[in-house]
Nanobody, 128 residues
């Protein structure tokens, strides 16, 4: 059974950077589409980045709110997906979750329908 463990959250200042990691065990992430979601208190959990790691090509999708600032990537050898977050803003303060959907998912709409595994979440706090 696939298990996901996030790490790398913490406190940053506006304009700063953090890198989140999502380490998988129990199965290869090559069989999944992997995504990062985030959730603020009282709000719906929203997808922000999606990657399909299939070897030479790793198509990615981003939410408008993070496009150009965040980068999702994968290291197949480590069975780990990362989220590099640059130029952080206070509105990036959220709990960040790693998630997977079996097979190939290329849109956030499909991702919401197909997600079937979650990590425990990691808190990111950005202060001005």
């Amino acid at each position: 059974q696939l298990r996901l463990v996030e790490s790398g959250g913490g406190l940053a200042h506006t304009g700063g950077s953090l890198r989140l990691s999502c380490a998988a065990s129990g199965a290869s992430l090559n069989s999944y589409s992997t995504a990062w979601f985030r959730q603020a208190p009282g709000k719906e959990r929203e997808p922000i980045a999606l990657i399909n790691s299939r070897g030479d090509t790793d198509p990615t999708t981003y939410a408008d709110s993070v496009q150009g600032r965040f980068t999702i990537s994968s290291d197949n050898a480590k069975n780990t997906v990362y989220l590099q977050m640059n130029n952080l803003k206070t509105e990036d303060t959220n709990v960040y979750y790693c998630a997977v959907a079996t097979g190939w998912v290329s849109t956030f709409y499909a991702l919401r329908q197909e997600v079937n595994g979650w990590g425990q979440g990691t808190q990111v706090t950005v202060s001005s």
